[in-house]
């Protein structure tokens, strides 16, 4: 673990059933396939040998389909579930060596957890529910309530403190539910899929909020979603599970220019390339293309596809890439529509 790694877990994986231990020696003395540990085991796996680290800061997005593994994954870095094997590391913090009692302080003090349903308490204010942390630290009552209106202030609900969960939107409610989760200020954010019960429109104005608010808090997110465009918008990295397994990790752009399989590739077939893909992905050896003219455009290395496209429209050179002010590459029309069309989605 490096001092940039906040979380990093070993060969995590989940068997649920009574015979969990003996499927995971089969699996791994004999090959085992899914179908198979449940025939022979009546035991289900949730998630297979995963191992990943997660810098300070970073939004890292878990993503799949259903039954993929995502959702039982991010419950054990708290330990909601008990992994079968495998080591979870958090702030050098080994979470598998705590006790009940320091697991509980730890779950309180370092972690704070977003659900899909909002999980508020209905007979408790918006601020005595964003407090709720505070109040299980034993924080005293003023200084608690001071904490948990600064924070209503930050996802701009500061007016809503005295009203209920049934009083608001589907949406105020989420951002109740992340407010109480940044209430204890935890060093680490689980995201459990929280905006796919919402509206379109109101989940893409969350996304739009919750990533105006972590560039000012900087926290380190474990962000689930079975929504490719949702991953994309919000994550610095995303992960792709299926069956259990971790299939890819990248950045957007890694995973939709290099997918690492046909299972992979399907999955991003239909994904815009637009704002994913940047200039030094696309470009050229700079000497193989002839001279340059002087006045060709250029751009940044990290300029995306649509305004590289833009600047072929109106002007005729090629256009230059660099880095740190220097000429490294050059992207002809040539390079644009070869990009557009590997994107497309072909019926």
Known sequence: MTDDTVIEISNVWKIFGDNAQSALQAIRERGLGKAEVLAEFNAVVGVADVSLQVNRGEIFCVMGLSGSGKSTLVRHFNRLLEPTAGKIEIEGTDVMALGPRELQRFRNQKIGMVFQNFALMPHRSVLDNVAMPLEIRQVAKNERMRQAAAILDIVELGAWGSKFAHELSGGMQQRVGLARALAANPDVLLMDEPFSALDPLIRRQLQDEFIKLSKILKKTTIFITHDLDEAVRIGDRIAIMRDGKMVQIGTAEDIVMHPADDY???????????KVVHAHAVMQPINGNGPIPADAPRVDEAETLSTLINLAIDDDHPIVVQE???????????????TVIEGTEVS
């Open 324 to 338: 740190a002010g220097k000429d490294v590459g050059v992207i002809t029309r040539a390079d644009l529509l070869r």
């Open 264 to 274: 992979v590739a399907d999955f991003v077939a239909g994904i815009s390339r637009l």
